[in-house]
């Protein structure tokens, strides 16, 4: 009896560790970079992370709720990117004010775009937004004429300031910005209906169908959200540093891809949540910086972002592979079996 | 008609024209973009299209991306969508090989291989044995094969000539890309030939092939069946990784360097004219032929586009678009003949 006992805990601990993985793990390498990498805890430093973390958490934020509906964009970075550049240049003529609702509703229009092609004409999401992403980089490099687009006037400098000038100490316009986007779209997930159709729709399309869930319309929404999340994030990341760069989110895709696997949301859907991902995306960026306070290159950084995601991937695998095994046959009387095994 | 046949209302009726379609289907549309040039070349707007000379710069401008694209068809057919992990095997591969020169030719192609079939297996045990999500494993393992090339070579770029002094290797080697039969027939299209009949053999002929079908097309139904769907799933990702070992080479062969950004971009292209030449991401439908369609198809393309004087990017956007669009036709025209889609 007392045996059983010790295995529930042991199991609860276990759950409750996969559970709350991704805290643990940021936990862990807080601790870390604060004992051992020099200059971490400065003001700076941890500004600069937050800064780098509100880039591409906003854009993961609209990837996590794809991902949720069991779907993939990839075309997120060069819409951050798209966008940027189109704020940018609107920027002289409309102003602060026109110009970055007009970018961010340009990404919402190739969110639109995806989520019909991939909800009406029923294409996998994996070609139409590599298709979105070709077109949008040839969009960006003829809108651009394939130059940096960069702002120099005193109305730029003002944007610039309000989007960098701290409201509290470390937290910048925009990361408080980002920080809110987190919790309100991590409430709508998970208190509201529509949120949790997105749940539903990805965990099983035909069951949420049957369960009179409009389901076109919920994969639609969540490509339009993670279009105007992308473009949120390239946006406000050009206004504050004046510059939009042509490869502005040409790493995105990596940061982000492997902060949501790693933050648990699974790819076949159903399963997530946006503050795990944002949680993940700080914690990925910030053993980044590690690395480079180190004093290792670039090469480390890859590698490592590469064996963290692999690890993860892997882990998750294998316990799937053992949870399969089990599947059809009886776990109790397998461990009783094992006893006896054990005893005689 | 027999009164009691029971009537399956889903049974497609086929005729000469479906079942026609069904065959040549990519290269329909190969033809009919070559008709647009030759319109397009009799009205005056382009010249030189309809030259051999033009034919063979189309092939030649492909080759490497069929090369890959029939390796990581046997990926995408087996119901894993994509090797995302092709071109750091080809840039390992290529480095890999410029480095092994310094014994000789052919420990240097000895070595690339050994690489290729390194990845290929991890990626193949992983995705096969514990059904990882192919697109996220292949990812990581880029990102971790990329580290290690530049962590090994410091982010350098390595050159044959600085390698070794031995003329003959080095010759034998930068004639992996140049080399030409006749004078006209050039490498990397006879590698692609050889590697898109292999590849249609295997698929076709061979009892891998009848089970990567059955496994790409109903994975529950293959392992009920007595197939052993991970080693089979597993040997789709090895030919992919070979496949791309084969373009690593002839990709380093052809810049003479060897460097970690070779065969960047090779991952979405190679999706893209898989697609494009007819198998679907649900797997275990479309050919190897088709494939090598398909990256006939965006050679013409391209050629046509570059023939009219558009710009590169403005290429990208008709692309994109006209990807999108066969993609979708192919996937509406197998919903309405009652087939399944991806």
Redesign the interface.
């Known amino acids: 009896m007392t045996m059983r006992r010790i295995e529930i805990d042991k199991n609860r601990l276990l759950s409750w560790g996969d559970r709350y993985r991704i805290y643990l793990l940021f936990a862990v390498i807080f601790l870390i970079m604060a004992i051992f990498a020099p200059r971490f805890l400065t003001i700076f430093n941890l500004t600069t992370i937050l800064r780098t973390t509100a880039l591409h958490g906003t854009i993961a934020i609209g990837f996590t709720i794809v991902m949720i509906c069991g779907q993939?964009d990839l075309s997120i970075g060069r819409i951050a990117t798209f966008s940027a550049v189109l704020a940018m240049l609107l920027q002289p003529q409309l102003g602060f004010w026109l110009s970055v609702p007009l970018a961010v509703a340009a990404g919402a229009g190739i969110g639109l775009i995806n989520g019909l092609?991939v909800a009406k004409?029923?294409?996998?999401s994996?070609?139409?937004t590599?298709?979105?992403?070709?077109?949008?980089?040839?969009?960006v490099?003829?809108i651009s004429g394939?130059n940096t687009v960069s702002l120099a006037s005193q109305e730029a400098f003002a944007a610039s300031d309000f989007l960098s000038n701290p409201v509290i100490p470390l937290l910048p316009v925009r990361v408080v910005i980002f920080i809110l986007l987190v919790l309100g779209f991590d409430f709508l997930l998970k208190k509201s209906r529509p949120g949790r159709n997105f749940y539903l729709t990805g965990g099983n399309r035909t069951t949420a169908w049957l369960a009179g869930i409009k389901t076109d319309r919920v994969l639609i929404g969540a490509f339009v959200i993670s279009g105007t999340m992308a473009a949120a994030g390239g946006v406000l990341f050009a206004m504050e540093t004046m510059a939009a760069t042509l490869y502005l989110g040409e790493n995105s895709l990596?940061y982000v891809?492997?902060a949501t696997?790693i933050g648990g949301t699974i790819?076949?859907g159903g399963k997530g949540g946006v503050l795990k991902t944002a949680v993940a995306v700080l914690t990925l960026e910030m053993l980044y910086t590690g690395v480079v306070l180190f004093g290792l290159?670039?090469?480390?950084?890859?590698?490592?972002?590469?064996?963290v995601?692999?690890v993860v991937?892997?882990y998750?695998?294998?316990a799937?592979?053992k949870h399969?095994k089990i599947i059809g046959q009886r776990p109790e009387l397998i461990r009783e079996l094992e006893r006896k095994k054990e005893k005689g | 008609m027999n009164q009691n046949s029971t009537v399956d209302s889903r049974a497609v009726q086929t005729n000469i024209f479906t079942s026609f379609m069904g065959i040549v289907g990519i290269y329909a549309i190969a033809a009919l973009f070559i008709l647009l040039g030759a319109v397009l070349q009799m009205t005056g707007v382009i010249n030189n299209f309809l030259t051999s000379r033009n034919f063979i710069n189309i092939i030649d401008s492909v080759a490497l991306l069929g090369i890959v694209a029939s390796g990581m068809a046997f990926v995408t057919y087996s119901g894993h969508y994509a090797d995302l992990s092709a071109p750091t095997t080809m840039a390992f591969s290529g480095i890999v090989a410029v480095e092994m020169l310094r014994f000789g030719f052919f420990p240097a192609l000895l070595g690339a291989f050994a690489v290729g079939i390194i990845i290929g297996s991890i990626n193949g045990f992983v995705i096969g044995k514990f059904k990882a999500n192919p697109i996220i494993w292949t990812l990581a393992m880029s990102y971790v094969t990329m580290g290690v090339i530049r962590f090994i070579w410091v982010n350098r770029q390595i050159y044959p000539g600085i390698i070794t002094d031995d003329v003959r290797a080095i010759m034998l080697f930068d004639n992996i890309y140049r080399f030409r039969l006749f004078g006209v027939i050039s490498m990397p299209l006879i590698l692609m030939i050889i590697l898109v009949i292999i590849g249609q053999f295997l698929l076709t002929k061979t009892p891998f092939g009848i089970k990567l079908k059955i496994t790409g097309s109903a994975k529950r139904t293959a392992k009920f069946t007595g197939i052993n769907v991970s080693l089979v799933i597993g040997t789709a990702f090895l030919l992919s990784a070979l496949a791309a070992t084969v373009a690593g080479l002839a990709v380093t062969s052809l810049s003479r360097v060897g460097a970690w950004y070779i065969g960047e971009g090779y991952d979405f292209r190679a999706v893209t004219a898989i697609v494009i030449g007819g198998m679907t991401l649900a797997g275990g439908r479309g050919s190897i032929v088709g494939v090598m369609g398909g990256t006939l198809v965006i050679g013409i393309m391209n050629n046509i586009m570059t023939l009219l004087g558009i710009g590169t990017f403005s290429q990208d956007i008709i692309r994109g678009m006209i990807f999108i669009m066969v993609v979708g036709i192919n996937a509406k025209t197998l919903r309405s003949m009652g087939r399944d889609d991806a």
């Open positions: 993939l092609l004409a029923k294409i996998h994996f070609i139409v590599i298709g979105t992403m070709t077109i949008l980089q040839g969009l490099f003829t394939g990596m891809v492997s696997i790819m076949s290159g670039n090469e480390v950084k890859i590698f490592i972002s590469g064996l995601l692999a991937v892997l998750e695998a294998y799937m592979y399969e």
